[in-house]
């Protein structure tokens, strides 16, 4: 029977359910916690949400800690009072059959669940709205390095407008030092449809809109490899649409910005395969810098061999590869925008062998 022993008993069972919930749910964030700091120092894969290692995405992992030990709380306290409920007044075999007795308005109570939850929400809210404002209104330093990145069905496009080049699919950006920060600061464009750009462990999802740019940046902390993918359905292929961030030292950077301002490399063993690429339809849609292709629609080949992948993440940047896409790209990667170019197996090796020089 539901609270039939008066007021005081009343008043006691509810002590005890709280206190035990309470254990309960500090016993959880204890759990919670000791996992996610297990988690934190090696990250289980390239893309874990739980090892940001940029400003953006740190602020965001915390506020989403924080969130969680919240609504982790309610859980806990709201579980355990169902729980305790249900044990507590089971059907028994010596019930009488009666109703207990209905209790209506405690003004405590309905005071209480009201004001509460709507002092969580703004707490939400506020902590929320304040990494939000943190995130997108940070100035932008004179010094940051700016990358105007344009997303197109599948694959992406990278302008370095202080150093006047542009390359496609990896982006490499200099580590920021703490003490001598040098963010990356990035112009979000499309070409088509919408994309997103995230990078999970550098910063958080912004979107690609055409005619709307968007803008981002990040302060990578550690050196190395950070993978993500377009996260907007953009067409066939936009689980396709890989990304990759290189962050370097800056004298790696500075060494690599110097390589990509160079105009592309004229080596007269594969005349005949620079021959092919600019009467064949490929010089219509792609730049070679230093020749006369320079085509927009495709990615800047100017230095093709500088990058690791090809078609955006998908395969390693091999001659078989190559090979292989430039024979038939839709087989490679579904849906691909770049059509298959009618040529003899000897006119393929010999546009494949003049690729290969573009370092
Ligand atoms: C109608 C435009 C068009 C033509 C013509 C074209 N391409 Fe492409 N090409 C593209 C597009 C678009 C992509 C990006 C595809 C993707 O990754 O989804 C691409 C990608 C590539 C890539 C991979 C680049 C990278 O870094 O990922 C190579 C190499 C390439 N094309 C070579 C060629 C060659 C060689 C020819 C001529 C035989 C050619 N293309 C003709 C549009 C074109
Ligand atoms: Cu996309």
Request: glycine share 6%; hydrophobic share 45%.
């Amino acid at each position: 029977m539901i609270l039939s022993g008066g007021r005081g008993l009343r008043t006691f069972r509810l002590a005890v359910a709280v206190r035990s919930a309470w254990r309960a749910c500090a016993l959880t964030l204890l759990c919670a916690s000791a996992s996610f700091a297990a988690v934190n120092p090696a990250p289980l894969s390239p893309t874990n949400i739980f090892a940001p290692e940029s400003t953006p995405a740190r602020s965001i992992f915390r506020i989403s800690g924080f969130v969680l030990e919240i609504t982790g709380a309610i859980f806990v306290v709201v579980f355990s009072l169902l729980a305790y409920a249900v044990f507590k007044f089971r059907e028994r075999k010596d019930d009488d059959g009666h109703e207990p007795p209905q209790v209506y308005g405690s003004n405590q109570m309905e005071l209480a669940w009201t004001v509460l939850p709507v002092l969580i929400v703004v707490v939400l809210f506020l902590s929320t709205a304040q990494v939000i404002h943190r995130v997108q209104d940070a100035r932008e330093p004179a010094d940051a390095v700016q990358v105007t990145a344009v997303g197109h069905q599948f694959w992406w496009s990278y302008e370095y407008p202080q150093y006047h080049f542009s390359t496609a699919n990896e982006l490499h950006v200099p580590v920021s030092d703490a003490s001598d920060p040098t963010p990356t600061y990035l112009r979000l464009l499309s070409a088509d449809v919408d994309h997103s750009f995230w990078v999970p462990r550098l910063a958080g999802k912004t979107d690609l809109i055409p005619n709307h740019p968007n803008t981002t940046w990040i302060d990578p902390h550690q050196v190395g490899l950070y993978l993500g993918q377009c996260a907007q359905f953009c067409g066939t292929s936009h689980a396709n649409m890989l990304l990759r961030v290189y962050v370097q030292t800056p004298d790696d950077f500075q060494r690599w910005v110097h390589a990509q301002e160079q105009p592309a490399v004229n080596d007269p063993s594969v005349v005949l395969g620079r021959t092919l690429f600019v009467t064949k339809a490929c010089f219509a849609c792609h730049t070679i810098r230093g020749t006369i292709a320079a085509g927009k629609v495709g990615p800047d080949l100017t230095h093709l061999m500088s990058r690791d992948t090809i078609a955006s993440g998908i395969l390693p940047n091999t001659p078989e590869n190559l090979r292989r896409w430039i024979r038939d790209p839709a087989a490679v990667k579904e849906g691909a925008l770049m059509p298959k170019v009618d040529m003899t197996d000897e006119q393929l090796n010999q546009i494949t062998a003049y690729l290969e020089t573009l370092k």
